[in-house]
């Protein structure tokens, strides 16, 4: 079942047949954000402290969490079965938990809700569109199998805040990083693939990697907006 602890040092990993063959390798490394570094060089940072901008939030790109890491291409062994346990994304002070929760195709998502009041949980994205309706802790669990690929977007129709978003893969060569960025996709089939890093905040990044029939490569990202086209 995929769910991220509260201590945040589980990295997501996956067993694969290829695995017992002996060709198969690790993929581990970091992915790290940066920001605009016009706005870093003093971009009217004074203008801050003004009545006007005090309450303006400014994006710590340093303390970005939440990467998705994963193979993006057809892969050997395909198609893959989904794992026969639900993943949970819980409804919890009135927050989605975890926020991000990337999973492969097919998968069952059970929704609790942990709360007295009533949540709401619907997704209007082309890859799931659903609605749970309102229900609380009181009344059962609700479930949705993900059968397509994408990025799903889910938000509760009470609570403005209330928004997370699960990341449909087509195969289980992904990791979720960890609170330091680090990441650790294991049994990999021995090859070369397009290994693309993922968050919902900032661009993507796609990187070749060779992952070797037994050791480990390692891949560092560095994910900005310089990944986007100039006009």
Known sequence: MLM?????????????PAAATGFAGTITGTVHA????????GGGDG?????KFKFADRINYEQLRDFVVYID??????????????????????????????????TTVSW?????????????????????????????????????????DVFCAI????????????????????DKDRFVIR?????????HAWHERVPGQTIEVKVPAEGEVAVEFSLGLGNLPKY
């Open 112 to 152: 609790p809700n942990l709360d007295e009041i009533y949540h709401n949980v619907f997704s209007m994205s082309p890859a799931k569109s659903f609605d749970l309706q309102l229900y609380n802790s009181d009344q059962p669990s609700k479930s949705v199998v993900f059968d397509h690929p994408g990025q799903v």
């Open 47 to 51: 203008a801050y402290s003004s009545h």
């Open 187 to 195: 049994n990999v089939p021995a090859g070369t693939y397009k290994l």
């Open 73 to 106: 291409q057809p892969m050997p062994g395909a198609p893959f079965t989904p794992p026969t346990k639900p993943a949970t994304v819980e409804q919890r002070d009135a927050t989605f938990v975890p926020h991000i929760l990337p999973i492969m195709v097919g």
């Open 4 to 16: 991220i602890p509260s201590s945040r040092l589980l990295l997501l990993c996956f067993l694969v």
């Open 34 to 41: 940066r920001g605009a570094v016009e706005a870093d060089a």
């Open 159 to 178: 609570h403005s805040k209330m928004h997370c978003i699960v990341l449909v893969l087509e195969n289980p060569y992904f990791a979720l990083t960890d």
